[in-house]
């Protein structure tokens, strides 16, 4: 075993840089801009109740695709995620393949949601957002992408209005919610639902926030604040994790009687697996969803496991179905440089071939 190489001229002055960045990085936090939700410009073109529909502004010398796509995101974080900066930006990438992005923002609900079920969301919000772009378009079928529980969102849709999807992109999205190694999914199993939310009504998003966080308590709770300190004398990199800060701790409460339907039928239930999810009386059955496919999933996901989005291929009716690893994380999978590169670009050019 080699000696520990601890001398007091070494160490005096690794205090004394430590020191340093300390000092220059509270000069940058306290002179660090308002941290801003999305970078790529946007109109706010429709919206229902919290929901507002925003579409994303064509860059110069691109020609938008004829069919729009609708970005379905989660409902326990905002999507701003998708666009978080400038050099790491989901939309920014689809925008530059051609594709004519719209987002889902599903805002803040508040107890007047409460009692939103997954048919709202599905049946009403989500078809209604289709429709209005078909209308406006003047076409009969829109491209999706679902994003994490937006992916499941979107399955659900696909299956029940198979007419009005052309192409379906999921990703990080869980379809088997009992696979080996989910430990979010065996925390949940034995938790009473039904009594958090005949007792909170919504459940709240710090809750929530914090369950995920202790998945990985010490990476996600410790070191990243001890790392932080190596970049605090870099003013832009300073902002990039403030940004990130933002949009881990910006966590909308959940309308309790979604969350509930949701945690039930596929958390305790697995629904995709086992069948049984009905919305506004008709079955959920992934056979109906013959559109294309494309399925993107991390394979280092804490949160979604690759087997649990894999579990996706056998399941739909699409003779068309293409899978996509990545070497990354469930949120690196939007904000890594690799996935600028690699993700962003396979999709706008697996779409462009389908259209």
């Given amino acids: 075993m080699l000696p520990i190489d601890i001398r007091p001229d070494k160490l005096a002055q690794e205090m004394l840089d430590y020191t340093s960045k300390l000092g220059q990085g509270m000069e940058n936090l306290l002179n660090a801009d308002a941290i801003d939700t999305g970078v790529s410009p946007k109109e706010a073109v429709y919206s229902e109740d919290k929901l507002v529909l925003y579409r994303y502004d064509t860059p110069a010398g691109v020609t938008p695709q004829k069919t729009p796509l609708l ?180 966590s909308p409460d959940q309308a309790g009687e979604t969350f509930r339907q949701f945690t039930k039928d596929f958390y305790q239930k697995n629904g995709f697996i086992n069948g049984g999810v009905k919305l506004g009386g008709k079955e959920i059955d992934l056979k109906n969803v013959d559109c294309p496919v494309l399925n993107i999933y991390a394979l280092q996901d804490h949160l979604v496991p690759p087997d649990a989005s894999k579990a996706l291929k056998p399941l739909v009716g699409s003779k068309d179905y293409t899978e996509l690893a990545f070497p990354g994380g469930h949120i690196g999978i939007y904000v890594s440089g690799k996935a600028q590169k690699e993700v962003t670009p396979a999709i706008g050019k697996w779409l462009n071939e389908r259209s």
């Fill in 71 to 250: 970005i379905v995101y989660a409902l326990v974080n905002r999507p701003y995620m998708t666009d978080i900066q400038e050099d790491r930006s989901t939309i920014k990438g689809l925008l530059a393949t051609g594709q004519d992005v719209y987002l889902i923002d599903w805002g803040y609900p508040d107890q007047a949601d409460s009692a939103l079920t997954l048919d709202d969301y599905i049946n009403g919000y989500i078809d209604s957002c289709v429709d209005y772009l078909c209308e406006t378009h003047e076409v009969d079928q829109v491209n999706i992408l679902g994003i994490c529980q937006g992916g499941a969102f979107s399955l659900m849709y696909a299956s029940l209005h198979p007419d009005k999807v052309k192409n379906l992109v999921t990703m990080v999205t869980p379809v088997d919610f009992k696979t080996p190694g989910n430990l979010l999914s065996a925390w949940v199993q034995n938790v009473d639902i039904d009594l958090a939310v005949d007792t909170m009504g919504n459940i709240p998003g710090e809750l929530l926030n914090w369950t995920f966080l202790s998945l990985k308590p010490f990476s996600l709770t410790g070191q990243k604040y001890v790392n932080m300190v190596d970049m605090l004398d870099d003013p832009d990199k300073v902002k990039n994790f403030l940004r990130m800060e933002k949009w881990i701790f910006d």
